[in-house]
């Protein structure tokens, strides 16, 4: 079944002609599966105040010379107490010199309070555990209240304090049995001020909710639940700005983010405030395996957004840093790192990704990546980790040759009128090294008098992701993923925007201390239902129309037989008709098709969500051709099972046969030979592979 027609927003409005296409069952682009992802970025408090887990804002006085250490920020006492940042000549740890003094005068109470990230959530039946080192001259009980700002106190807990010149911690927990009305809290330490001889210090103050799988020093529950609820396969980590540093000597150095938090100094954060490192190396390895996501890790290139560039002959100290960090996440005990790993309890994981630097074209970086930083990485990590793929932080797929010999990530950002332009973007596309678009995303409507394809640096930025845009980006993902024998995959960015301080916007998954105000965006919809059904190969279209106001791909999974079409539909006039017939699919055949849709221009509010999901069963006609429309803006799936292809499913044949056995073979031996790497995605088992595996 096929039919030519030339298509066109204008036709649409005149007629209503269905959009033709049949899929043919050999001779598709790829058998590479097309990975969706998450790509982290520590800005917009997404680690501190984010997804990292920890309730107490500066917990423990870290700063430097960007962001010196202060209680201004974030602390306040309470009754007759005075409050300060010291540096003992005895601190805590050599990473955590600065500790909060207390004195106090009279017999009142008297301490001090915390503001959290913009308040502290108080959820009924949650455990909350807490803790504090403290040394100097307390002695007796010291109350900690989760307590509003019109003093309902949710929950506390007594500690039976004996100071001393030592430091000691103290632990406790207590759970609220009431939800607080909003994030409008404090969390209080208060005691007598006759306890008090002198003075007391207190550093390294703790609180966690519950963490997702009950991790100590875990991430946030619902933050977790919604990336795992986008079925991602890989995880770009520690960031990008994030891994460069604001300038020497100040990088993300792995070797200062793990072990315990007294061991971790922190760093100035690339995004206007100070990191604490709580979140570290191996919270984000278990973020990744939490979620079975395949790691895309980044290192420090020996670039600082300063500009500074580090010089040839120092590289090799930065060159250094990645070995050992591979070794440390993948070495066996025989090796220097792997046995510290060991001995913190860890590991080990598997690496298949390691991105060097980000965006290190940009500030003038170029000419010293090309011509010794990224070599420098790739031939001593290439040497020692031959089956690692590594790749370049960025990439001009319109210069169409690669600028190395490595895979490149991708970046862009974009006005939806260029987006929606890209579906044949990836075509002419040829290298031996698939694409990782790392970052992708909406961040303007498209604007009246815009000629050039370009998004105008300065110009309003969208807030939040809004449905156009949104449905723009499927586009974009739709081109990717029918080539996707070219792509390792791609990745919204950011992920997270804590609406109380952010940076750059706009951003997928919205939030503040409250929960009921966590928001997926319209964005975080599309991914969701694309991401959700996997093609695992693609099948050749035969389609003689052109692409739009309808787009679409199609596929089969090899691990259930399904056969999937994945379509976008954007600027339209008029519902869009479809016919369309898959070969091997016969006449009675039902599929199931779910489409998501909204008011174009429409955006996520805070904690809820306007886009309508639809699903409905279609049966294929007499002649094997499924029917049905979509209307504009929409994005939809339909999928047929294996066991619901009608009798013109076609897996007597041969070459279909040994494709799939080839597949599950080859997932059976990566599943021995790697452990984490076959995911299950709903009721479809989806593996991640890198390209040396294909
Ligand atoms: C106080 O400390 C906070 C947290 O490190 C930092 O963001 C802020 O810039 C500091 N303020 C001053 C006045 O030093
Ligand atoms: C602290 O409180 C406990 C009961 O919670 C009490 O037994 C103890 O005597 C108190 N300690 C002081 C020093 O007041
Ligand atoms: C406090 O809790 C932490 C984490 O569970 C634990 O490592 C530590 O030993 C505890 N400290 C005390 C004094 O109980
Ligand atoms: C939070 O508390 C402050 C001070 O009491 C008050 O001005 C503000 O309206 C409260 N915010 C909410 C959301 O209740
Ligand atoms: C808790 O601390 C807040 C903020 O410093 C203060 O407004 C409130 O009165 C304190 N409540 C109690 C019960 O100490
Ligand atoms: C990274 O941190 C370690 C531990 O503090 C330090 O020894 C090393 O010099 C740092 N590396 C660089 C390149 O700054
Ligand atoms: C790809 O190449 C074809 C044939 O040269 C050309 O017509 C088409 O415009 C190219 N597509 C892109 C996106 O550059
Ligand atoms: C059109 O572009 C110009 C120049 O960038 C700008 O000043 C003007 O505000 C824009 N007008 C509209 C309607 O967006
Ligand atoms: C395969 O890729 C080419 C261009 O790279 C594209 O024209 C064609 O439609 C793709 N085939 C499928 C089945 O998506
Ligand atoms: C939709 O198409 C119309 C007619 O071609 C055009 O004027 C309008 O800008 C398009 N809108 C979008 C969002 O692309
Ligand atoms: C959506 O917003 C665009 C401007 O970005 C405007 O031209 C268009 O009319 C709006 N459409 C609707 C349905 O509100
Ligand atoms: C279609 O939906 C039905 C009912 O929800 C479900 O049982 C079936 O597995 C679905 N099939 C496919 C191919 O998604």
Known sequence: MLSSQVLSATAFAAAAQAVSFSVGSTGGNATSPYQYGIMFEDINNSGDGGVYAELIQNRAFQGNDVYPSNTTAYWNPLGSAEISVQNLSAPLSAALPTSLQVTASGSGTTGFSNVGFWGFPVVAGWEYKGSFYVSGGLDGNLTVCLTSNDDVQYAEASVEVASSDEWTQYNYTFTPTVDAPNSNNTLNFTFAASDLTGSANFNLLSLFPPTYNNRDNGLRIDLMEAMGGLNPSFFRAPGGNNVEGLREPYWWNWTQTIGPLTDRPGFPGTWGYEN???????????????????????????????????????????????????????????????????????????????????????????????????????????????????ITSYYDVDGVTPPFNASGDFHEYAIPRQMADQFTYFDNYTSAHPILIGEYAIIEYDTGNKTGPEWTPGAPRAFVPFWYGSVSEA?????????????????????????????WIPDLIEFDAYPGHTTLSTSYHVIKLLSGTRITENLPIEYDGVWGPAFFVAGRNAVTGSHIAKFAVYNATEEVPFDLSFDGVGAGATGNLTYITAPMNSTNPIGGNIVETHTSTVTAAHNGSFIFELPPYSVAILEIGAAAAGPGHNYGNPSHRRGWKGFKSWARRTATEAGVLVVTVGDCTCIMMSDERR
Not at 329 to 336: F, K, M, N, R
Not at 343 to 372: C, H, I, K, Q, R
Not at 475 to 502: C, H, T, V
Request: proline fraction near 4%; glycine fraction near 12%.
């Open 475 to 503: 586009i974009f993902l739709l081109g990717a993923e029918r080539n996707s024998d070219k792509m390792i995959g791609a990745a919204y960015a950011p992920g997270f925007q804590n609406l109380n301080r952010w940076e």
């Open 276 to 390: 604490t490192d709580g979140l570290g190396l191996v919270e984000y390895m278990n973020w990744a395996k939490d979620l079975n996501m395949d790691i895309v890790l980044g290192v420090h290139a020996g670039y600082f957004l300063d500009g500074t560039a580090v010089p040839e002959s120092e590289i090799q100290i930065y060159v250094q840093a990645a070995l050992d960090e591979l070794e440390f996440l993948t070495g066996d005990a025989s090796t220097t790192w792997g046995a510290y790993r060991e001995s913190l309890g860890y590991g080990p994981w598997v690496v298949n990704f390691v991105e060097v630097g980000n965006e290190d074209s940009l500030g003038g970086g170029g000419p010293t990546y090309a011509a010794y930083r990224f070599p420098a990485f790739y031939n001593a990590i290439s040497a020692k980790y031959p089956d690692i793929t590594i």
